[in-house]
């Protein structure tokens, strides 16, 4: 077990050095802004759908190493998916930071994002990981009011 949280560490380690996606795409279509007023974290996320489809995806942040990780981390989980596949995403990974027992539903693949599941213990910093899943469904509807945690 102590191996796979190092394996873990090391994936949000590495989003936060090397963040995926950073930037908006330069003729997005749907924009939205969080904000987590408990530690202060803020992110910006661009999408440029077609065709039902997430065709280039990118986000700016500030904040902590955990929400900046997530941000980078939902980039790549949800670039070329279709927007339902994107939604299903969302409904995973925050059944496996909220839900009781950390269930997944069924035919939803989180993959890196699993590496995210130690944070369920830290009732605070999921809000830091969930930030940037709640500002990309925020920009999907097409919201323009910022989105904050609350
Ligand atoms: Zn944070």
Redesign the pocket.
Known sequence: MNDLSDLYQEIIMDHRRNPRNEGLPAEHTHTAEGF?P????KVSVGLKIKDGSITEVGFTGE??A??LASASLMTEAVSGKSVDEAISSFQGFRALLTDGDGDVPDGIDLGDLEALAGVRAYPT?I??AI?SWHTLKSALDNKSAPVTTE
């Open positions: 987590n408990f530690c202060g974290d904040g902590c955990i929400s910093r809000k830091c930030l």
